[in-house]
């Protein structure tokens, strides 16, 4: 391994100013991910060049891969700045480098404004309603194997992976998203959401929804939780179908 780690960053100012990259220098350790990198230069600022700069702005917060704050392109390929080991980076490439999500709006730096991801969230209102907060007693059970079909999609921790991977999510096609996709699936068969079904099958079927989705296949490999997004957007299809089918005999 190297004495020093060269990290290539793509910086940027304000949310409407230029983009341009500078490069660090920062000392070998054994173990280190991508955050502790950038812990590093955040200590001492200082570019390959000796111009001493504003540390760099990222996102994070569990530093443990689950509340999927610290997204970012690593050496071409978006995941998880805190499980991005250096020593397996170096293996494959000699240098590192790091920029933000390019389907999202930069805010400084590394960091996005994930907005859009949390209003699809919103959209398929992937929660399950309470009236109020006075305790009702035990809720709805589900059986051993019902838990352990719905527990892989109840992983997703709106990280934005798969959404940056996605062709049909950008700023041309209203798309909520595979990541809404797999929490409408979710909210949708386990007992707390069957009050809003209809809701949620209502938004799958508008042109943003399951229509949009051109099965690329890119939201499930890049995926860091293994969350099944395939299983989701064909399951979609078949009730969206089967809702639509039910709502024109109504008419």
């Not at 990222?58 to 978006?78: K, P, R």
């Not at 020593?87 to 000699?94: N, R």
């Not at 909210?187 to 508008?206: C, E, K, S």
């Not at 939201?219 to 939780?225: H, I, L, N, S, Y």
């Amino acid at each position: 391994m190297p004495r020093t780690i060269t990290v290539h960053i793509q910086r940027q100012d304000t949310p409407d100013s230029a983009p341009y990259t500078q490069t660090f220098a920062v000392p070998y350790e054994k173990g280190l991910n991508i955050t502790s990198v950038l812990q590093r230069i955040a200590a001492d600022p200082v570019t390959i060049d000796g111009e001493r700069v504003a540390p760099v702005a990222y996102d994070a917060c569990c530093l443990e891969e689950v509340c999927g704050a610290c997204s970012m392109v690593i050496n071409g390929h978006v995941r998880q700045a805190c499980s991005a080991l250096v020593d397996a980076l170096l293996e494959q490439e000699p240098e590192i480098r790091l920029q933000p999500m390019s389907k999202f709006p930069v805010n400084r730096d590394l960091f996005v404004d994930r907005s859009r991801l949390f209003k699809s969230l919103k959209r398929v209102k992937a929660w399950a309603p309470v009236e109020d907060y006075s305790d009702r007693g035990p809720g709805p059970g589900m059986l051993p194997k019902e838990q352990e079909e719905a527990y892989p999609l109840a992983r997703c921790m709106s990280c934005g992976c798969c959404l940056e991977a996605c062709p049909q999510f950008n700023d041309k096609i209203p798309f909520v998203g595979p990541h809404a996709l797999g929490q409408t699936m979710l909210f949708n068969t386990i007992p707390h959401g069957q009050p809003l079904v209809v809701d949620r099958l209502d938004v799958m079927a508008a042109s943003d929804g399951i229509t949009a989705c051109g099965n690329a296949q890119n939201c499930a490999k890049v995926c860091p939780k293994g969350v099944p997004l395939l299983q989701a957007i064909a399951w979609i299809g078949r009730k969206t179908t089967n809702h639509a089918l039910r709502t024109a005999l109504r008419r």
